[in-house]
């Protein structure tokens, strides 16, 4: 696999572990090439992260999750299609994404993409510049 596409998502499993306790996930905007969620633990602000994504595939899960965040959790990560039989066949030069979710109620958030790039800003609910 790809060390950028790694490098990724150690960036962001690692922003999120240092920062966040628990947290709630919403996609605010999805339009295959790119994914937009805040996330926020704390009244005031949320962290807003923009994954752009390449050719991507397919998707499948809610578009809100839930995820408790603990030493031994991976927020995100790399899946392999042999242990999830109703995901398609995987395409030349992709790689399917799973966002974890530890709301048992709701299925987990996955994509199918070629490329993975993450970017995040911190932002305040009350600041009139957002």
Do not use: R
Request: net charge negative; glycine share 0%; hydrophobic share 35%.
């Amino acid at each position: 696999m790809d060390t950028s596409i790694t490098h990724e998502l150690a960036k962001l499993n690692n922003h999120i572990k240092t920062n966040f306790n628990w947290l709630d996930f919403q996609v605010t905007l999805l339009d295959f090439t790119k994914v937009n969620i805040i996330a926020s633990d704390d009244p005031s602000y949320y962290f807003n992260y923009d994954i752009d994504l390449y050719n991507v595939k397919y998707l499948s899960g809610n578009l809100t999750w839930s995820v408790d965040v603990d030493e031994c959790i991976t927020i995100v990560e790399l899946i392999d299609k042999k242990n999830y039989d109703y995901l398609p066949e995987l395409q030349e030069n992709c790689f399917f994404l799973k966002f974890h979710n530890t709301d048992l109620a709701t299925p987990p958030f996955i994509i199918m993409a070629s490329n993975i790039s993450v970017s995040y800003e911190k932002k305040y609910f009350n600041d009139q510049y957002n």
